[in-house]
């Protein structure tokens, strides 16, 4: 291995791929046991139809974020994807780590439906939370980390200062100072409140407003859980985010949403609200999007079921005469995670493969869509191919081959001169 990559492993592994949203905590791993990590895959089926002759367009499509425990490491376009499709390209969005996928599409007709056919491969580092301690008092607001305080903001859809989610609030939490054991409330009121008119909500079709307060009064699907659960953490200045994920539910379906909530002087801890379940373990899904106050305060409609409103949205597109096709996720748009592979090996050896992936993920981002020429686009094309080996490697659990296949991928990025 070059002096170079060892560096820059070495300094991944003090990082731990950290970003400033993890404020005050890196995640650590028990380094006595083995580690272990999962190759995730999440495909796509993205249909788009012209409501109106339009000229050539762009649609933004979330990506997963490079971030602590996850390392997105491919982006796999299948050959059914429509010919209207010009070039695609991944990009870091405007909030940090956030990325997307930019297609720009050729000009379509009125009605005209094309298709956008993708997978995008994630590692992902598995993590119980098994190093959060029993108890954790509440911080007082100003003692937060600065980077964390945008998450305490109130939205139309979490309505952190309305009376009645205070007083909700005020019950789970009784007379406990400790965060953890609120979090737990929080994550059990959230799924079986008044459950059977979640019940009858899902038999019908009929969910209306996904805010936190609708959520209180007549519960709600995972979206309106998760505002409610950032709503309740939110109104005893606990920082709480929404985030954009897919889990392996066993059946096509749009977008998950999960919760991340912050634990003083540890960092970001993750929550499903449809299991209720917190802590919960990061080798279960692909985080899609971490969600901003702005998300919250530009929502959408319900693609399939038209009462339900308030959902953040996943994909942009820079005309309204070009919309999302979507109808019962059997025809039309649809999505769905894969678990794809599972290796255990010493703390040093995963570790030392997600900080190659990461780099090598960082050069193929930089480079793909980019009009490269001449021996340039060979060392791209060489990159690529080793970076597809690499996948296939990890599918029969080996490592070591793995990280053969990321090292070339890396070597070939770095022999290409702009």
């Not at 609030?169 to 009784?174: K, P, S, V, Y």
């Not at 897919?246 to 003083?264: I, K, L, R, S």
């Not at 960082?362 to 490269?372: A, P």
Request: aromatic share 16%; glycine share 4%.
């Amino acid at each position: 291995m070059n002096q170079k990559i060892l560096i820059l492993t070495v300094f991944f592994l003090l990082c731990n791929i950290a970003t400033p949203l993890q404020a005050s905590h890196e995640i650590t791993f028990d380094e006595s046991e083995n580690g272990e990590v999962v190759l995730l895959r999440n495909e796509h089926y993205l249909y788009l139809e012209a409501q109106e002759p339009i000229d050539q367009t762009t649609v933004d499509f979330v990506f997963p974020p490079l971030y602590q425990y996850q390392v997105p490491f491919y982006l796999e376009l299948f050959n059914d994807t429509s010919e209207k499709l010009v070039s695609y390209h991944i990009e870091n969005h405007t909030y940090h780590p956030n990325k997307i996928i930019s297609f720009t599409i050729e000009p379509l007709d009125k009605d005209e439906k094309i298709l956008l056919h993708f997978t995008c491969w994630v590692l992902v580092q598995s993590h119980s939370f098994s190093d959060l301690p029993q108890t954790v008092d509440f911080e007082d607001y100003h003692l937060l980390p600065a980077s964390t305080t945008i998450w305490l903001t109130q939205t139309p859809v979490v309505q952190k200062e309305n009376i009645f989610i205070k007083a909700k609030a005020r019950q789970l939490r009784g007379f406990s100072n400790n965060v953890l054991d609120y979090a737990e409330k929080i994550a059990w009121f959230i799924k079986y409140h008044r459950y059977p008119l979640f019940i009858l909500q899902l038999n019908t079709g009929l969910f209306l407003s996904q805010d936190a307060l609708t959520t209180l009064f007549i519960n709600g699907e995972n979206i309106g859980r998760s505002h409610l659960a950032c709503a309740l953490f939110r109104t005893f200045n606990i920082p709480a985010r929404v985030l954009l994920a897919h889990n392996d539910q066993g059946f096509w379906t749009q977008m998950h949403y999960m919760v991340e909530y912050y634990v003083p002087h540890y960092g970001w801890v993750l929550l499903d609200p449809t299991k209720g379940e917190t802590p919960y373990t990061t080798q279960r899904q692909i985080i899609n999007r971490y969600c901003y106050p702005s998300d919250e305060n530009d929502t959408k409609q319900d693609y399939i079921l038209p009462f339900m409103k308030g959902e953040e949205r996943w994909l942009w597109t820079d005309t309204d005469a070009i919309q999302p096709y979507y109808k019962d996720c059997d025809e039309g748009s649809k999505s769905q995670m894969f678990p794809e592979g599972v290796i255990q090996d010493s703390y040093w050896n995963i570790s030392l493969a997600m900080a190659l992936s990461a780099y090598v993920f960082n050069d193929y981002q930089k480079y793909l869509g980019m009009n490269l020429s001449g021996i340039n686009a060979q060392y791209f094309t060489n990159a690529t191919y080793h970076q597809r080996l690499a996948l296939e490697a990890f599918q029969q659990e080996q490592l070591e081959t793995y990280r053969s296949h990321v090292h070339h991928a890396y070597t070939n990025y770095s022999a290409i001169e702009l």
